[in-house]
């Protein structure tokens, strides 16, 4: 592998890597990707140029960042962890007038303190400067120049450069938020695996019955218009030395983005029990450019009615709906049963929202002629028999801590049509 190539890392939630890999090939043409991509446990490895660094952070909607590896090799204690940091030219990556941070992250690592293998990189990184220069940097925690990761495995540590610094899920949009916002990258992941891409031929019309602060509508809005993830954020790489040569492509490359945006194929349609919710949502899409292809309204997600379609257009339901670990159920499924009697103290919300939903769908939902697709983000693994619906798939994923299912279910006259039998059983 040439001097030109590095070795990219993208972590990613668990569950996305298959995805994640698919959208770097597509993201990505020969004279970029050198070799892979490959998903591995975490995230998708490949050997890249620095152009697929920029490239990467402007239009990956699923990875979380783009690493960039710089050291990888065994070690025991703490004095490897200096050895193998001091082994890099850090002077090719920052001047002493820059500043740094370092994060550490292990997997079984036997060292007794990863903050003490933090402060051995970061002396690394400043003795090499100083015996350069004559003077080292300064550490910023908030803002860093140079953002390094140290990882750690048993055996293995890995140096990697943080070219994204924020975290991608940051796209730049969003200020208003909910109580449990979802991450974008998830909000990503789910269109994903729906194969929702923002046209007639696949997944058509698009409605979030519980948008909260709008994360999939406005993710799904971007899609369908062909917006990068990352146009209107900056990274960590702008300032980092090796790049400075290649930032009138970076430019090129965010205007040659901007030339290719055009107008949504499909409407888009977002509501929520919550009006406050909302004007969030509607404030974030404005951010977001998005705001004039989303229609926004209030409304219990058991009683809006569904979207008028083209009898030719499919519609996709997608929705991270209320749960017990983030939020709690509001509208009419939080203050009376479904035979119209009220809540026992002893009974969650949640018991009703669910089989309300179904019902919901099947009286709202079933007539059209093209037909709907609800896909529904949930931890609850017996949710197809609360809502007494038969899924046609079930697919693995996690939003943050909490291990979730994203189950399909299909949405005509009298039941759930079986399309296929994926799943993770």
């Not at 002396?123 to 390094?148: I, K, N």
């Not at 909910?178 to 909000?187: F, R, Y």
């Not at 030339?259 to 404005?286: C, G, L």
């Amino acid at each position: 592998m040439s001097e030109s190539a590095y070795h990219l890392f993208l972590p990613c939630a668990a569950g996305v890597e298959d995805w994640l890999e698919a959208e770097i090939r597509d993201i990505l043409g020969p004279d970029e990707c050198l070799q892979g991509p490959k998903a591995f446990r975490g995230g998708v490895g490949l050997y890249g140029t620095l152009a697929a660094v920029m490239r990467l952070n402007l239009r990956s909607r699923l990875a979380q960042r783009v690493l960039i590896e710089v050291a990888r090799e065994e070690y025991r204690h703490e004095d490897d962890i200096y050895a193998i940091a001091s082994g890099v030219d850090w002077t090719k990556w920052m001047t002493p007038r820059q500043t740094l941070r370092v994060d550490t992250t292990a997997q079984r690592s036997p060292l007794h303190s990863l903050n003490f293998a933090t402060l051995r990189v970061k002396d690394a990184v400043c003795d090499v400067l100083r015996e350069t220069f004559g003077e080292r940097p300064s550490v910023d925690t908030r803002w860093p120049d140079l953002p390094l990761q140290l990882h750690l495995t048993e055996t293995l540590a890995t140096v990697y450069v943080d070219s994204s610094g924020e975290s991608l899920f940051k796209r730049g949009w969003r200020e208003d938020k909910g109580d449990a916002p979802l991450k974008e990258t998830l909000a990503a992941a789910m269109l994903a695996a729906a194969g929702w891409k923002g046209t007639p031929e696949h997944g058509g019309a698009l409605h979030d019955p519980c948008c909260g602060s709008g994360t999939i509508p406005v993710e799904a809005a971007t899609i369908a218009c062909n917006i990068a993830p990352g146009i209107l954020r900056r990274f960590a790489f702008e300032k980092l030395l090796p790049f400075q040569p290649l930032l009138p492509a970076w430019r090129a490359m965010k205007d040659e983005a901007r030339a290719a945006e055009h107008p949504p194929t499909v409407p888009i349609f977002a509501s929520d029990v919550a009006f406050r919710m909302v004007d969030f949502a509607r404030r974030n899409a404005e951010r977001a450019g998005v705001a004039q292809y989303i229609q926004f309204n209030g409304g219990d997600a058991l009683e809006r009615p569904a979207p008028k379609l083209p009898d030719d257009m499919p519609g996709t339901l997608m929705l991270n709906p209320p749960y017990g670990e983030r939020i709690e159920v509001r509208g009419k499924a939080g203050t009376q049963r479904m035979d119209g009697g009220p809540l026992s103290e002893e009974r969650d919300a949640g018991d009703d929202f669910f089989p309300r939903l179904s019902a919901h769908w099947k009286r709202a939902y079933t007539q059209h002629a093209a037909g709907w697709t609800a896909w529904l983000l949930c931890p609850e693994m017996k949710l197809p028999s609360k809502m007494r619906l038969k899924e046609s798939r079930r697919i693995p994923m996690w939003n943050g801590p909490i291990e979730c299912r994203l189950f399909r279910f299909d949405l005509v006259a009298g039941s759930a049509r079986r399309v296929n039998t994926d799943s993770d059983a």
